[in-house]
């Protein structure tokens, strides 16, 4: 049983097309987030939701999108994409907000050329 | 501007031994700290934490010491085994909710 899972494991595309990342998780967990780690190994969060609503967002370009159609899903949507994007990116989740914990998905390399 | 640091890329130790993995932080905001554990191709998976509020705390053969003056807190594994090789990140969070990772350490034990 896979807790928290992303689909596509790699995506090669080319600049300026738009692609979609999803994540899924069957723990019941309230929060789940999305983490960009570039080629310093950096783990960055990107966003967090807690139960569909928005409640981080850094600074992070609005070709990027969050969508969360119900408190297990959490979709990442780029736009116009760019060289810099290509990087791992991670989904996880966590019981509630509170809870310092988190399960990450296996991570989704994707590869701008 | 780096909040979370881990200055050792990778750590080899011989099987049996103690690893020990290093972390500072800049951010005296920050109240909860964490080890995440990777191997390639995965997602980090969650080892062990500890509050601000204490030292120390053990989990079997893993142990996280926490200097608060110091800004400084270290992953202790005895007996290191091979199947601890991975990469070690250290995070750190304050009331923002928010993880703020380290490089991570790529550990090697050796048979």
């Known amino acids: 049983d896979t807790a928290v899972s992303q689909t596509p494991k790699y995506l090669v595309t080319q600049m300026g097309n738009d692609k979609s990342i999803k994540c899924e998780q069957n723990?019941?967990?309230?929060?789940m987030y999305w983490y960009k780690q570039d080629s310093k190994k950096f783990l960055k969060i990107m966003f967090s939701?807690?139960?569909?609503?928005?409640?981080i967002n850094e600074t992070v370009p609005n070709r990027f999108s969050p969508k969360s159609p119900d408190k297990a899903h959490l979709n990442l949507h780029i736009n116009s994409l760019e060289l810099g994007d290509s990087a791992v990116y991670f989904c996880?989740?966590?019981?509630?907000?509170?809870?310092?914990?988190?399960?990450f998905g296996p991570g989704t390399r994707l590869t701008v050329t | 501007d780096q909040q979370v640091k881990q200055n050792s890329p990778s750590l080899s130790v011989q099987e049996g031994r103690i690893s020990i993995l290093n972390c500072d932080y800049t951010?005296?905001?920050?109240?909860?700290f964490l080890w995440y554990k990777k191997y390639p191709a995965e997602g980090p998976t969650f080892l062990i934490s500890?509050?601000?509020?204490?030292d120390k705390n053990e989990d079997g053969r893993f142990t996280v010491f926490l200097n608060k003056s110091a800004k400084h807190l270290s992953l202790h594994i005895v007996p290191s085994q091979p199947g601890d090789s991975a990469v070690y990140f250290c995070?750190?969070?304050?009331?923002?909710?928010?993880?703020?990772f380290g490089t991570g350490t790529r550990l090697k034990v050796l048979a």
């Open positions: 996880a989740s966590s019981p509630t907000v509170v809870t310092y914990e988190q399960y």
């Open positions: 723990l019941g967990h309230d929060t």
């Open positions: 939701y807690n139960n569909k609503e928005l409640i």
């Open positions: 951010n005296s905001m920050f109240d909860y």
């Open positions: 500890i509050s601000s509020i204490k």
């Open positions: 995070a750190a969070s304050g009331r923002t909710y928010k993880y703020i």
